[in-house]
Structure formats: C-alpha cells, structure tokens
T-cell receptor, first 115, second 113 residues
Framework: EAGVVQSPRYKIIEKKQPVAFWCNPI?????LYWYLQNLGQGPELLIR????????DSQLPKDRFSAERLKGVDSTLKIQPAELGDSAVYLC?????????????FGPGTRLTVT | GQQLNQSPQSMFIQEGEDVSMNCTSS?????WLWYKQEPGEGPVLLIA?????ELTSNGRLTAQFGITRKDSFLNISASIPSDVGIYFC?????????????FGTGTRLKVLA
C-alpha cells in the first residue's frame, strides 16, 4: 500500500512569491495533518483536518498561509506571499482518526527554500 | 512554537553500546510517542505509551512513560549502524475538546562502527 505522497519534494522560490504544496494521504485515512519542521527542530502542527473540516488551525499563520482539503482526500497548503523565515520542511501526515491510538503516517516532506 | 526538551541533543556511540535518551515537559501528557527520522524522510513511529508507568519494548527499543506524566525515556540496546537518525519524542494531551501533539527538539544519534 502506498504511503503518504507529497509534491514537490523540493521548491526554491524568491521572497514575496506564492507557493503551494500538495499531499495525498493514505487511502481511507480521515485525518490529515500539516506540520512545519524547521532545521534542527521537531515538527510543529499547522493544521489538522477531519475529512473536509479543519478542526485545529490554531497554529496556522492565517495572514499568509491557507489550506484546503476538498472532498476530504487530497490537501493543498499555500503560502502567499512567502517570506525568508518560511524556509523549512513541510510535512504532511495522515491517520485513520485523530485519537492517540491511531498512528500518524508521515510523508517525506517538501523542502522549501525562500531566497 | 512550543517544543519538549530532549537530551542529549546529540550523541556519538560505538556499535554495540546501549543508548539512553529522555524527554521532559512542564505539562502533563496522556500519551507519549517516540519517532525516528532519517534524512529526507518523515518521522516513523517506534513506540507509543498510553499509561503512566508503562514500559513497552519494540525489539531492541524500550520506552517508559514517566510516573509524573511529564517525562519519557527511550533506550536502545546493542546499537547497530542503522540506528543512525534523529529520535523525537511527542506528547499528546486533550485540550479544549481537541487532541494536541507537541514534539521534542530531537536527539541526533550517530553510531561509530
């Protein structure tokens, strides 16, 4: 069975440009997470979806970040405009549900470099 | 954002040695998780702990959920070269009707053959 798929794997953009990341979760997983991982740090949750609904977006910088999960499957995370400090790895994860007994499966991440 | 304290930050060990690392917090958690991350990949779950005092093993890995619910420990016995990677702890709590996960800062493990 395929794991969590993310694209692109790498992205280099100039500051003030928009950028979008795409995630395809494991089939049947209702819960989808977007995490930000800065160099040398652990992942930090940006947003969590239960099907189509964003149930926790308290850590999402809403002035420049947006996300959607249409039809409760694939998800897109967008940054507009990007800033130098947004350079990081953006991880997507999915699980059957949000309860702690359900394992989160992570994708390989998209490494964003803003110049 | 908030991160849990992990120590040591990094360690070099000889193949065959045992490894110990820990994770501490000022907050109480209901679940402790330990992950391993290799370069260019996302974290992979190693062990999940659901009860204070719980001791759980997964092959050469053993983890414990601290009695105070504010810490957790991971031990790796007889390390091998493929144990190289970054180990993250994560604590889970239920706040304001939703599950919250906070990751640690990571312990970078390097094994010398």
């Amino acid at each position: 069975e395929a794991g969590v798929v993310q694209s692109p794997r790498y992205k280099i953009i100039e500051k003030k440009q928009p950028v979008a990341f795409w995630c395809n979760p494991i089939s049947g997983h209702n819960t989808l997470y977007w995490y930000l991982q800065n160099l040398g740090q652990g992942p930090e949750l940006l947003i969590r979806y239960e099907n189509e609904e964003a149930v926790d977006d308290s850590q999402l910088p809403k002035d420049r970040f947006s996300a959607e999960r249409l039809k409760g499957v694939d998800s897109t995370l967008k940054i507009q405009p990007a800033e130098l400090g947004d350079s990081a790895v953006y991880l997507c994860a999915s699980s059957l549900g949000s309860q702690p007994t359900y394992e989160q499966y992570f994708g390989p991440g998209t490494r964003l470099t803003v110049t | 954002g908030q991160q849990l304290n992990q120590s040591p930050q990094s360690m070099f060990i000889q193949e065959g040695e045992d490894v110990s690392m820990n994770c501490t917090s000022s907050s109480i958690f209901n679940t402790w998780l330990w992950y391993k991350q290799e370069p260019g990949e996302g974290p992979v779950l190693l062990i999940a702990l659901y009860k204070a005092g719980e001791l759980t093993s997964n092959g050469r890995l053993t983890a414990q959920f601290g009695i105070t619910r504010k810490d957790s420990f991971l031990n790796i016995s007889a390390s091998i070269p493929s144990d190289v990677g970054i180990y993250f702890c994560a604590g889970q709590s239920f706040i304001s009707g939703t599950y919250k996960y906070i990751f640690g800062t990571g312990t970078r493990l390097k094994v010398l053959a």
